[in-house]
C-alpha cells in the first residue's frame, strides 16, 4: 500500500462547486502539506501543518481551506472553485529528527478541472 | 520571493552518457535542498536530500551537490539509461519550516 494516498485521484467540477480533496499517510509524519502544480510553474506550497492543532497558510492560500483531521488527515477544500483552480494537486509529508527536517514524501496527486 | 531556475529546461543524451542538471536560488540563503524525479502523470519520487549541515549527497548513480555560497545546486547522473527519463525538480526551503519552492524541471531523455 502507498505510504501517502490522495483521493480522489481525478476530479471534474463546475465554477461555484464545493470540492474536498483528501490526503492520508501511513508514514506516521507530523508534518503535512498541500502544493499545486500549474504547467511551465513549479510546484507552490498552498498551505502547511505542522499538527493537528498548528495549520499554516503558503504561498497561494487565497481561496482553499484546509482540515488536519487527525495526524494521518490533511484536506484540502475550495470552497467555491474556479477556472484557474485547474492544475494538479499534490499533498506531501515529512518529519523530524535530530534537528533536522528529512526529505518530504508526495501523493501521487489529484488532477482537478474546473469548467 | 525566492524563484528557483534549473538550466536546462529540456536535455537529450544517449545512452551511458554522464550528464549534470543545475539548479540556481535567487536567495543563496538554502535550509534544507531536495531533488526529485517525476514521471509523466505521476507524482514525485525523492531522489536526494541534503540537509542543513551537509553540502553533498550520493545514491547509487546520483550526486548533489549545494554551494550555499552561491545557492547554486547540481544533480550528477553517471551511466545515464533509459530509465532516467523523466523530470527532474529541485526544491529548496529558504524558512527552515521545510516549506520548499521549486524550480520548473528539467526534462531528461536518455535515448537508447
Known amino acids: 500500500d502507498a505510504d501517502v494516498t490522495q483521493t480522489p485521484r481525478n476530479r471534474i467540477t463546475k465554477t461555484g462547486k464545493r470540492i474536498m480533496l483528501e490526503c492520508s499517510q501511513t508514514k506516521g509524519h507530523d508534518r503535512m502539506y498541500w502544493y499545486r502544480q500549474d504547467p511551465g510553474l513549479g510546484l507552490r506550497l498552498i498551505y502547511y501543518s505542522f499538527d493537528v492543532k498548528d495549520i499554516n497558510k503558503g504561498e497561494i492560500s487565497d481561496g482553499y481551506s484546509v482540515s488536519r483531521q487527525a495526524q494521518a488527515k490533511f484536506s484540502l477544500s475550495l470552497e467555491s472553485a474556479i477556472p484557474n483552480q485547474t492544475a494538479l494537486y499534490f499533498c506531501?509529508?515529512?518529519?523530524?529528527?535530530?534537528?533536522?527536517?528529512?526529505?518530504?514524501?508526495f501523493g501521487p496527486g489529484t488532477r482537478l478541472t474546473v469548467l | 520571493k525566492q524563484e528557483v531556475t534549473q538550466i536546462p529546461a529540456a536535455l537529450s543524451v544517449p545512452e551511458g552518457e554522464n550528464l549534470v542538471l543545475n539548479c540556481s536560488f535567487t536567495d543563496s540563503a538554502i535550509y534544507n535542498l531536495q531533488w526529485f524525479r517525476q514521471d509523466p502523470g505521476k507524482g514525485l519520487t525523492s531522489l536526494l536530500l541534503i540537509q542543513s549541515s551537509q553540502r553533498e549527497q550520493t545514491s547509487g548513480r546520483l550526486n548533489a551537490s549545494l554551494d550555499k555560497s552561491s545557492g547554486r545546486s547540481t544533480l550528477y547522473i553517471a551511466a545515464s539509461q533509459p530509465g532516467d527519463s523523466a523530470t527532474y525538480l529541485c526544491?529548496?526551503?529558504?524558512?527552515?519550516?521545510?516549506?520548499?519552492?521549486f524550480g520548473t524541471g528539467t526534462r531528461l531523455t536518455v535515448i537508447p
Open positions: 526544491a529548496g526551503d529558504q524558512t527552515g519550516a521545510n516549506n520548499l519552492f
Open positions: 506531501a509529508t515529512s518529519d523530524w529528527t535530530s534537528g533536522s527536517y528529512n526529505e518530504q514524501f
